[in-house]
């Protein structure tokens, strides 16, 4: 049930983004371009990951991610990008999309730009995977 509310609760800070009519912000411009703590990593009905600064992506102008996970952090072979290094991605800022390891993905950014939303489909997928991320300032 917490689980649902932190979706909900996500879903209408989201939503309430007044950027909407922002067609191709640069990407070296783009509010994604940041460093995120993953914070909280789901795949379906199994138990949730939460995380405390361990995992850290880097999202670079230059198409780049960055991850550095901490040594010794229990992580799921279904996480995307779930080995410390550097990775190619291609961003669609129209559709919010990331495509990483030739699988898209949508993103989506809270109004004040702190939260970062990563799923394969975005939505109440319940057996869909959700990466949620806080802006390291």
Known sequence: MKT??????????VSCNSNDDDNGTP????????????TRFERGFAQPYQYVDEITWEINP???INVNIVDGTEVSNEMP??????YNFTMSDIENELLIDDIIYKFQLSNTGEYL????????????MLLLFEKIE
Not at 4 to 13: A, C, M
């Open 117 to 128: 939303l990563i799923e394969d489909e975005i939505g109440f997928d319940a057996d869909g």
């Open 62 to 64: 230059d198409n780049t």
């Open 81 to 86: 990008l779930n080995i410390s290094g550097s």
């Open 27 to 38: 990407q070296e411009q783009h509010e994604i371009m940041a460093t995120w703590n993953l």
């Open 4 to 13: 649902i509310l932190l979706f909900f609760s996500f879903f209408l800070i």
